[in-house]
């Protein structure tokens, strides 16, 4: 059975930082895109960022919204995705989801994605 683990989130000031980890279980994701996606109350789930099987700089895709204040990344051997939320604003508050992909293409819908976390509150208080 396939479980992905989200650690992290909580409540921090505009400006702050945050950091949400995903650790999955049951199979490894090292040939297959991940990412995360957040829902806010009343709107519907959307991308925030993914990564290809490796991790670098090239091979990263962000949401306009978050480009530049958001990084994330992935540990292969720990089955692991991450994502460093710096200089966070009040409208960054959502339910973060992480997922992986059941290939290596990165896609911005969620219907892409066949693995989801159990989602992790962020709220940026202004």
């Known amino acids: 059975q396939v479980r992905m683990v989200e650690t992290g989130g909580g409540m921090v000031q505009a400006g702050g930082s945050l950091r949400l980890s995903c650790t999955a279980s049951g199979r490894t994701f090292l040939n297959y895109a991940m990412g995360w996606f957040r829902q806010a109350p009343g709107k519907e789930r959307e991308f925030v960022a993914a990564?290809?099987?490796?991790?670098?700089?090239?091979?990263?895709y962000y949401a306009n919204s978050v480009k530049g204040r958001f990084t994330i990344s992935r540990d292969n051997a720990e089955n692991t995705v991450s994502l460093q939320m710096n200089s966070l604003k009040h409208e960054d508050t959502a339910v973060y989801y992480c997922?992986?992909?059941?290939?290596?293409?990165?896609?911005?819908?969620?219907?892409?994605?066949?693995?989801w976390g159990q989602g992790s509150q962020v709220t940026v208080s202004s």
């Open positions: 997922a992986a992909s059941s290939h290596s293409a990165i896609s911005y819908t969620p219907r892409e994605y066949t693995y």
């Open positions: 990564i290809t099987i490796t991790w670098s700089a090239g091979n990263t």
